[in-house]
């Protein structure tokens, strides 16, 4: 059974950053798109930031130039460096992985708070 553990939400104040990581676990062939994604209260979720099996990422406007998406293909582990955290990233974010078994599946963790202070 494939799973995906968060960590790395949580408080911080405009301004700052945090590094969210998702480890996945269990028994695959391999691991296709990894990425995460974020809903606000009253909001739809959405994408943050998406990274192929070769490291082509791809980001939302709102976050350019801020998050960093990288992937650890030995340690099957997806990070999201944030940095200038801004109020309105507050969000649960959620990692996502296309994952092949027998057949490819997207595969979501359970999700993590983060919260940005003004």
């Known amino acids: 059974q494939v799973q995906l553990v968060e960590s790395g939400g949580g408080l911080v104040q405009a301004g700052g950053s945090l590094r969210l990581s998702c480890a996945v676990s269990?028994?695959?062939?391999?691991?296709?798109?990894m990425g995460w994604y974020r809903q606000a209260p009253g909001k739809q979720r959405e994408l943050v930031a998406e990274?192929?099996?070769?490291?082509?990422?791809n980001y939302a406007d709102s976050v350019k130039g801020r998050f960093t998406i990288s992937r650890d293909n030995a340690k099957n582990t997806v990070y999201l460096q944030m940095n200038s955290l801004k109020p309105e990233d507050t969000a649960v974010y959620y990692c996502?992985?296309?994952?092949?078994?027998?057949?490819?599946?997207?595969?979501w963790g359970q999700g993590t708070q983060v919260t940005v202070s003004s």
């Open positions: 269990g028994r695959f062939f391999s691991i296709n798109a």
């Open positions: 996502k992985a296309d994952i092949f078994t027998s057949f490819t599946g997207r595969y």
């Open positions: 990274i192929t099996s070769v490291g082509t990422t």
